[in-house]
Nanobody, 128 residues
Framework: QVQLGESGGGLVQAGGSLRLSCAGSGRTLSRYAMGWFRQAPGKEREFVAAISWSGGNTYYADSVKGRFTISRDNAKNTVYLQMNSLKPEDAAVYYC?????????????????????WGQGTQVTVSS
């Protein structure tokens, strides 16, 4: 099973940007569809973005579409989430996830909590 470690979170003002990274170890991430989800205190897990194993296909939640970009560098075994125009409602712990399924299926798995692997999360705080 692949191990995942997120980094890049922090405190940013509304309108600012952050770039999250998710490094994989144990197995190559190129075999996995990857995704990001977030969870704020007292709220349900929320799917954010997904990317196919090749990076050729991506999918976003409506709430982040046009502001966030998911990408991957399989040579570095790393997946990224570029977050621009951040809003206070984007504040949450962000987790990356991996699953050996299609990138559309990982959306379902993330939403239902059935994703195969996920990291420890990185906190994103957005001040208004």
């Amino acid at each position: 099973q692949v191990q995942l470690g997120e980094s890049g979170g922090g405190l940013v003002q509304a309108g600012g940007s952050l770039r999250l990274s998710c490094a994989g170890s144990g197995r190559t991430l190129s075999r996995y569809a990857m995704g990001w989800f977030r969870q704020a205190p007292g709220k349900e897990r929320e799917f954010v973005a997904a990317i196919s194993w090749s990076g050729g296909n991506t999918y976003y939640a409506d709430s982040v579409k046009g502001r966030f970009t998911i990408s991957r560098d399989n040579a570095k075994n790393t997946v990224y989430l570029q977050m621009n125009s951040l809003k206070p409602e984007d504040a949450a712990v962000y987790y990356c996830a991996a699953d050996g399924v299609s990138f559309r299926t990982i959306v379902v798995h993330i939403t239902t909590g059935d994703v195969a692997s996920w990291g420890q999360g990185t906190q994103v705080t957005v001040s208004s």
